[in-house]
């Protein structure tokens, strides 16, 4: 369900809107009657369609249409420039390394690293170095440094080596007394291991036991923060949908630095309206679709398929990115439904050939909602083809069309 949640910060000056909270529901598919076609091989029009008792929407779509902003959008836009100049400066006054570190990681949990990129990758430049076992300076000996560092050159995309850690892993057998957050920084960088890295694999098993261990056995308020690690690794989450519970930590922490505090509510704030308009443009867009006539038989899921967008990207400047998955998304689940509870036999040859040839031609004893539904696919992936060429110079229709979309459905 949607709620409201506001920001009630005094250091920003006023409550803010942060949006919205969305549950997707799961389809369950009942038992489907299968139709039986006719013995002439002629398409049966009057045949009984099936039926998978979707479960119905949950959302009122016009009241989505009417969502408001309790909050100046210019005026946060105008501190937020502000802010990010403040912020910019603790980068030349951040002399410490593992503070560095830490600063780099606090700004991409609280959704900011788009602010900052060229600072950013200045700084993961210089610990470049350290990827190699042979250069490790001053984080030689410590595991949570180290982990750290590792973490944030191969999330942005520095070939980085797990020689880091040759050494840490005996020494921490050896030791009964790990140092707690050593180990979740340790267990959070196991789970960038690519295929075949034994020595990352080796430590997620071991990091995985000690932190469970340490669960069991200890009542203090680290158990809270250990409990969450183990139950969803930074890098098996989704990056947009934990920055609010970021942001709730961060404030939280001794060592919190207001200015970057306020930067990340500010831009949650924003980020979410952006988000309210792509989807108030998203479902203006499926509601002049005869919808009803046409697909009552499939899954309407307009909300739940943009939400999944935000996952892939959820910075303002790609919006249009968003539209175009969503709709997409859309035109998938639409045609798996063609295929898995409308169409017979013979309907679905005809349609997979058509899509396959790009044309119409012989798609005449087609349903109506198939035809419909083809239609809607030329028309969807004619719409992206314009709106890339206006905005990139990119033609992408010839590309899409060779693609074949039928084999995926």
């Not at 005026?75 to 400066?89: D, F, H, I």
């Not at 050159?153 to 080596?161: A, M, P, W």
Request: with cysteine; glycine share 4%.
């Amino acid at each position: 369900m949607f709620s409201e949640v506001l920001f009630n910060d005094e250091s920003v000056g006023k409550k803010t809107w942060v949006g919205v909270s969305i549950s997707l529901m799961a389809c369950t598919n009942n038992d489907i009657i299968m139709p039986t076609p006719q013995a002439d091989g002629a398409i049966n029009q009057s045949a009984n369609r099936r039926s998978a008792d979707y479960k119905t929407n949950i959302w009122n779509y016009d009241h989505l249409q009417f969502l408001g902003r309790e909050f100046d959008e210019l005026e946060c836009r105008m501190e937020a420039c502000k802010l990010k100049e403040v912020v910019q400066q603790l980068f030349v006054e951040t002399i410490d390394p593992m503070e560095m570190l830490e600063l780099l990681d606090n700004i991409g949990k609280l959704g900011l690293a788009t602010y900052f990129k060229g600072e950013i990758d200045e700084v993961l430049d210089s610990f470049e170095p350290l990827k190699s076992r042979s250069n490790y300076l001053s984080i030689e000996d410590d595991l949570y440094a180290t982990s750290l560092c590792f973490r944030m050159l191969r999330l942005n995309g520095y070939n980085v080596s797990q020689d880091m850690f040759i050494g840490f892993m005996d020494k921490a057998k050896k030791s009964m007394n790990m140092n707690v957050k050593a180990v979740v920084s340790l267990y959070e960088a196991s789970h960038l291991a690519m295929e075949g890295e034994n020595i990352l694999e080796e430590a997620q098993v071991y990091t995985t036991t000690f932190l469970k261990d340490v669960r069991s056995s200890s009542k203090d308020k680290i158990v809270e923060e250990i409990e969450k690690v183990l139950e969803l690794p930074l890098n098996l989450g989704v990056e947009w949908f934990n920055v609010r519970n970021h942001i709730h930590e961060y404030e939280k922490k001794d060592s919190v630095i207001f200015n970057l505090l306020k930067l990340a509510k500010l831009n949650f704030n924003l980020v979410q309206a952006a988000h309210q308009r792509d989807l108030k443009d998203i479902l203006r867009w499926w509601k002049m679709l005869p919808t009803t006539e046409h697909l009552s038989f499939t899954r309407n899921r307009v909300v739940e398929s943009y939400l999944w967008t935000t996952g892939v990207a959820f910075e303002p400047h790609y919006g249009n990115l968003r539209k175009w998955l969503t709709k997409v998304t859309k035109l998938v689940i639409i045609i798996d439904d063609v295929y898995d509870v409308f169409g017979t036999l013979d309907e679905l040859e005809i349609f997979t050939s058509a899509v396959e040839r790009w044309d119409f031609e012989g798609t005449g004893l087609l349903p109506e909602s198939m035809k419909f539904c083809m239609k809607m696919l030329y028309d969807t992936v004619a719409e992206i083809n314009h709106e890339l060429l206006e905005e990139k110079g990119w033609t992408v229709q010839q590309h899409i069309q060779t693609a074949r979309f039928a084999r995926d459905c």
